[in-house]
Protein backbone atom coordinates (compact mmCIF):
# COMPACT_ATOMS: atom_id res chain seq x y z
CA UNK A 1 0.00 0.00 0.00
CA UNK A 2 1.29 3.23 -0.92
CA UNK A 3 1.60 5.59 1.78
CA UNK A 4 0.20 9.01 2.03
CA UNK A 5 2.89 12.43 2.40
CA UNK A 6 0.76 13.20 5.35
CA UNK A 7 1.64 10.18 7.24
CA UNK A 8 5.40 11.02 7.09
CA UNK A 9 5.14 14.45 8.63
CA UNK A 10 6.25 15.58 11.68
CA UNK A 11 3.01 16.47 13.85
CA UNK A 12 5.52 18.77 15.71
CA UNK A 13 6.68 20.76 12.22
CA UNK A 14 3.14 20.74 10.57
CA UNK A 15 1.79 22.28 13.35
CA UNK A 16 4.44 24.90 13.83
CA UNK A 17 3.88 25.60 10.42
CA UNK A 18 3.17 29.32 8.86
CA UNK A 19 -0.12 29.55 8.07
CA UNK A 20 -1.05 31.71 4.70
CA UNK A 21 -1.77 35.15 5.61
CA UNK A 22 -5.46 36.32 4.42
CA UNK A 23 -4.64 39.80 3.36
CA UNK A 24 -1.69 38.04 1.26
CA UNK A 25 -4.63 36.01 0.12
CA UNK A 26 -6.83 38.81 -0.62
CA UNK A 27 -4.46 40.58 -2.25
CA UNK A 28 -3.26 37.91 -4.46
CA UNK A 29 -6.60 37.35 -5.57
CA UNK A 30 -7.00 40.95 -6.36
CA UNK A 31 -3.82 41.14 -8.68
CA UNK A 32 -5.15 38.24 -10.53
CA UNK A 33 -8.67 39.38 -11.41
CA UNK A 34 -7.17 42.91 -12.16
CA UNK A 35 -4.95 40.72 -14.80
CA UNK A 36 -7.48 38.65 -16.22
CA UNK A 37 -9.84 42.23 -16.59
CA UNK A 38 -6.76 44.08 -17.96
CA UNK A 39 -5.11 41.41 -19.92
CA UNK A 40 -5.17 42.27 -23.74
CA UNK A 41 -4.98 38.85 -24.86
CA UNK A 42 -8.12 37.93 -23.76
CA UNK A 43 -10.05 39.74 -26.07
CA UNK A 44 -9.38 39.11 -30.05
CA UNK A 45 -7.42 41.80 -31.85
CA UNK A 46 -7.17 43.83 -28.97
CA UNK A 47 -3.46 43.75 -28.62
CA UNK A 48 -3.38 44.92 -31.73
CA UNK A 49 -5.72 47.60 -30.73
CA UNK A 50 -3.76 48.61 -28.24
CA UNK A 51 -0.25 48.50 -29.97
CA UNK A 52 -1.64 50.96 -32.57
CA UNK A 53 -3.24 53.40 -30.54
CA UNK A 54 -0.14 53.51 -27.82
CA UNK A 55 2.27 53.78 -31.13
CA UNK A 56 0.31 55.95 -33.23
CA UNK A 57 -1.72 58.34 -30.37
CA UNK A 58 -0.15 57.87 -26.58
CA UNK A 59 3.15 58.26 -28.01
CA UNK A 60 3.05 61.51 -30.01
CA UNK A 61 0.87 62.85 -27.33
CA UNK A 62 3.86 62.11 -24.43
CA UNK A 63 6.87 63.31 -26.69
CA UNK A 64 4.43 66.43 -26.94
CA UNK A 65 4.33 66.55 -22.99
CA UNK A 66 7.57 66.38 -22.35
CA UNK A 67 8.71 68.08 -25.33
CA UNK A 68 6.58 71.53 -24.40
CA UNK A 69 7.99 71.57 -20.77
CA UNK A 70 11.48 70.71 -21.93
CA UNK A 71 10.92 73.90 -23.89
CA UNK A 72 9.47 76.25 -21.10
CA UNK A 73 12.66 75.30 -18.79
CA UNK A 74 15.22 76.14 -21.93
CA UNK A 75 13.75 79.43 -22.35
CA UNK A 76 14.44 80.24 -18.38
CA UNK A 77 17.77 78.74 -18.03
CA UNK A 78 18.43 80.98 -14.82
CA UNK A 79 15.52 79.17 -13.20
CA UNK A 80 16.51 75.52 -13.75
CA UNK A 81 20.11 74.83 -13.81
CA UNK A 82 21.27 71.20 -14.62
CA UNK A 83 22.75 70.28 -11.39
CA UNK A 84 19.61 71.50 -8.88
CA UNK A 85 16.85 69.90 -11.12
CA UNK A 86 18.99 66.97 -11.63
CA UNK A 87 18.97 66.42 -7.71
CA UNK A 88 15.88 67.71 -7.52
CA UNK A 89 14.01 65.32 -10.00
CA UNK A 90 16.11 62.24 -8.11
CA UNK A 91 14.57 63.35 -4.48
CA UNK A 92 10.64 63.60 -5.71
CA UNK A 93 11.11 60.35 -8.20
CA UNK A 94 12.27 58.55 -5.10
CA UNK A 95 9.98 60.36 -2.62
CA UNK A 96 6.89 59.20 -4.92
CA UNK A 97 7.67 56.20 -5.62
CA UNK A 98 7.91 55.23 -1.73
CA UNK A 99 4.60 56.89 -1.39
CA UNK A 100 2.72 55.69 -4.76
CA UNK A 101 1.41 52.27 -3.20
CA UNK A 102 -0.29 54.22 -0.42
CA UNK A 103 -1.79 56.46 -3.09
CA UNK A 104 -2.69 53.52 -5.32
CA UNK A 105 -4.50 52.29 -2.12
CA UNK A 106 -6.91 55.06 -1.46
CA UNK A 107 -7.64 55.29 -5.40
CA UNK A 108 -8.76 51.74 -5.27
CA UNK A 109 -12.41 51.58 -5.83
CA UNK A 110 -13.08 55.31 -4.88
CA UNK A 111 -15.68 55.01 -6.97
CA UNK A 112 -17.91 53.40 -4.44
CA UNK A 113 -17.33 55.82 -1.82
CA UNK A 114 -19.58 58.55 -3.60
CA UNK A 115 -19.20 61.31 -5.78
CA UNK A 116 -16.92 63.28 -3.54
CA UNK A 117 -14.36 60.79 -2.72
CA UNK A 118 -14.18 59.49 -6.00
CA UNK A 119 -13.30 63.67 -7.25
CA UNK A 120 -11.04 64.22 -4.89
CA UNK A 121 -8.86 61.02 -5.41
CA UNK A 122 -9.44 61.42 -9.18
CA UNK A 123 -7.33 64.99 -8.54
CA UNK A 124 -5.22 63.76 -6.32
CA UNK A 125 -4.00 61.03 -8.93
CA UNK A 126 -3.68 63.75 -11.35
CA UNK A 127 -1.84 66.21 -9.52
CA UNK A 128 0.53 62.96 -8.79
CA UNK A 129 1.29 62.55 -12.29
CA UNK A 130 1.67 65.63 -13.36
CA UNK A 131 4.43 66.13 -10.63
CA UNK A 132 5.85 62.95 -11.24
CA UNK A 133 6.04 63.50 -15.11
CA UNK A 134 7.94 67.15 -14.06
CA UNK A 135 10.14 65.46 -11.77
CA UNK A 136 11.09 62.71 -14.68
CA UNK A 137 11.64 65.93 -16.84
CA UNK A 138 14.08 67.62 -14.09
CA UNK A 139 16.18 64.69 -14.08
CA UNK A 140 16.39 63.63 -17.35
CA UNK A 141 17.03 67.20 -18.39
CA UNK A 142 20.03 67.81 -15.30
CA UNK A 143 21.54 64.83 -16.50
CA UNK A 144 21.42 66.09 -19.99
CA UNK A 145 22.98 68.86 -19.40
CA UNK A 146 25.20 67.77 -17.38
CA UNK A 147 26.11 64.95 -19.89
CA UNK A 148 26.61 67.36 -22.43
CA UNK A 149 29.14 69.92 -20.08
CA UNK A 150 31.14 67.11 -19.72
CA UNK A 151 31.38 66.24 -23.25
CA UNK A 152 32.25 69.79 -24.18
CA UNK A 153 34.68 69.79 -21.51
CA UNK A 154 36.42 66.38 -22.59
CA UNK A 155 36.50 67.36 -26.12
CA UNK A 156 35.73 70.93 -27.43
CA UNK A 157 34.65 72.68 -30.32
CA UNK A 158 31.49 70.70 -30.67
CA UNK A 159 27.84 71.49 -31.67
CA UNK A 160 25.74 72.66 -28.89
CA UNK A 161 23.47 69.39 -28.84
CA UNK A 162 19.99 70.82 -27.64
CA UNK A 163 17.49 68.14 -29.23
CA UNK A 164 16.89 66.00 -26.16
CA UNK A 165 14.96 62.40 -26.39
CA UNK A 166 13.03 61.14 -23.07
CA UNK A 167 12.07 58.26 -21.78
CA UNK A 168 8.55 57.30 -20.39
CA UNK A 169 9.16 56.39 -16.39
CA UNK A 170 9.09 53.31 -14.84
CA UNK A 171 7.69 51.56 -11.95
CA UNK A 172 9.04 49.30 -9.12
CA UNK A 173 7.71 47.27 -6.82
CA UNK A 174 8.72 45.21 -3.72
CA UNK A 175 7.40 43.58 -0.76
CA UNK A 176 10.28 44.00 1.48
CA UNK A 177 10.30 47.76 3.07
CA UNK A 178 14.23 47.99 3.31
CA UNK A 179 14.74 46.37 0.11
CA UNK A 180 11.94 48.32 -2.09
CA UNK A 181 13.70 52.05 -0.23
CA UNK A 182 17.15 50.42 -1.60
CA UNK A 183 15.60 49.59 -5.18
CA UNK A 184 14.00 52.66 -5.35
CA UNK A 185 17.44 54.73 -4.60
CA UNK A 186 19.40 52.74 -6.60
CA UNK A 187 17.21 52.53 -9.80
CA UNK A 188 16.39 56.21 -9.98
CA UNK A 189 20.05 57.36 -9.26
CA UNK A 190 22.24 54.92 -10.60
CA UNK A 191 20.01 53.19 -13.38
CA UNK A 192 17.80 55.88 -14.29
CA UNK A 193 21.03 58.42 -14.70
CA UNK A 194 22.59 55.90 -16.87
CA UNK A 195 19.70 55.36 -18.90
CA UNK A 196 19.94 59.29 -19.68
CA UNK A 197 23.51 58.89 -20.93
CA UNK A 198 22.75 55.91 -23.12
CA UNK A 199 19.93 57.79 -24.69
CA UNK A 200 21.89 60.94 -24.95
CA UNK A 201 24.66 59.01 -26.49
CA UNK A 202 22.42 57.53 -29.04
CA UNK A 203 20.56 60.68 -29.97
CA UNK A 204 23.95 62.11 -30.68
CA UNK A 205 24.87 59.77 -32.84
CA UNK A 206 21.63 59.75 -35.07
CA UNK A 207 22.51 63.77 -35.24
CA UNK A 208 25.84 63.29 -36.53
CA UNK A 209 25.33 60.31 -39.01
CA UNK A 210 21.86 60.62 -39.69
CA UNK A 211 22.13 63.22 -42.80
CA UNK A 212 23.10 66.03 -40.41
CA UNK A 213 23.04 68.86 -43.37
CA UNK A 214 19.13 68.38 -43.71
CA UNK A 215 17.51 68.64 -40.18
CA UNK A 216 14.17 68.05 -41.72
CA UNK A 217 14.96 64.95 -43.66
CA UNK A 218 16.93 63.53 -40.55
CA UNK A 219 13.91 63.40 -38.41
CA UNK A 220 11.30 62.23 -40.95
CA UNK A 221 13.78 59.78 -41.54
CA UNK A 222 13.87 58.62 -37.60
CA UNK A 223 10.59 58.50 -37.34
CA UNK A 224 9.58 56.39 -40.47
CA UNK A 225 12.66 53.69 -39.70
CA UNK A 226 11.33 53.94 -35.98
CA UNK A 227 8.04 52.66 -36.77
CA UNK A 228 9.05 50.23 -39.01
CA UNK A 229 10.74 48.55 -36.35
CA UNK A 230 8.17 49.18 -33.98
CA UNK A 231 5.51 47.25 -36.18
CA UNK A 232 8.73 44.57 -36.26
CA UNK A 233 9.27 44.03 -32.48
CA UNK A 234 5.39 43.93 -31.90
CA UNK A 235 5.15 41.57 -34.11
CA UNK A 236 7.87 39.45 -33.25
CA UNK A 237 6.59 39.41 -29.22
CA UNK A 238 4.72 35.80 -29.56
CA UNK A 239 7.65 34.13 -31.50
CA UNK A 240 10.15 35.86 -28.92
CA UNK A 241 8.20 34.73 -26.24
CA UNK A 242 7.96 31.57 -27.76
CA UNK A 243 12.28 31.35 -27.81
CA UNK A 244 12.99 32.27 -24.97
CA UNK A 245 10.77 30.39 -22.83
CA UNK A 246 12.33 27.24 -24.76
CA UNK A 247 16.26 28.79 -24.76
CA UNK A 248 18.60 28.32 -22.16
CA UNK A 249 21.53 29.82 -20.80
CA UNK A 250 24.04 32.46 -23.21
CA UNK A 251 21.70 31.76 -25.79
CA UNK A 252 18.19 32.45 -24.33
CA UNK A 253 20.01 35.84 -22.75
CA UNK A 254 21.53 36.96 -26.03
CA UNK A 255 18.44 36.64 -28.08
CA UNK A 256 16.41 39.01 -25.19
CA UNK A 257 19.18 41.12 -25.56
CA UNK A 258 18.95 41.80 -29.01
CA UNK A 259 15.17 42.09 -28.71
CA UNK A 260 15.39 44.74 -26.39
CA UNK A 261 18.25 46.78 -28.35
CA UNK A 262 15.85 46.52 -31.01
CA UNK A 263 13.18 47.72 -29.46
CA UNK A 264 15.40 50.38 -28.16
CA UNK A 265 16.29 51.56 -31.30
CA UNK A 266 12.73 51.64 -32.51
CA UNK A 267 12.12 54.09 -29.04
CA UNK A 268 14.75 55.70 -29.79
CA UNK A 269 14.13 57.26 -33.37
CA UNK A 270 10.59 57.21 -32.70
CA UNK A 271 10.81 59.76 -29.99
CA UNK A 272 13.91 61.97 -32.00
CA UNK A 273 11.75 62.42 -34.46
CA UNK A 274 8.48 63.25 -33.22
CA UNK A 275 10.80 65.79 -31.52
CA UNK A 276 12.28 66.98 -34.25
CA UNK A 277 9.02 67.69 -36.22
CA UNK A 278 7.43 69.20 -33.70
CA UNK A 279 10.47 71.98 -33.35
CA UNK A 280 10.62 72.31 -37.35
CA UNK A 281 6.91 72.96 -37.48
CA UNK A 282 5.65 74.27 -34.29
CA UNK A 283 8.34 75.59 -32.50
CA UNK A 284 10.51 76.89 -35.72
CA UNK A 285 11.55 79.98 -33.69
CA UNK A 286 13.76 78.08 -31.57
Given at each position: ????????L?P???A???????K???????D???????????????????????????????VS?????????E???A??????????????????S????????????????G????????????L?T????????M?????????????????????D??????????????????????????S?T???S?????????????????????T?????I?????????V???????P???A?S??????R???A?????????A?????????????????PA?
Amino acid sequence: MKPKVSENLNPQLSAAAPEKDPKDTEENKDDEEQEKSTCCDRVPYASVGDALFSSLVVAPLVVSVWRGTWGLMEQHRALFPYAQIFAMGILIHVAFSFIKTRLFARSQNAWQHGAGHWLWERFVSKLYTYIFVLACIMHWRGGWGIFDGVVDAVIPNMDDPHRNLLAAPYFLSSRETALYILDCVFSVTVVGSLVVFVWRGSWALLDIFLFPADTTKSCWISLIAGYCLVVITFSLQVPMRWAVSRLQGASRLLVADFYHLVSFLATVNVWRGVWGLLDIYLFPAQ
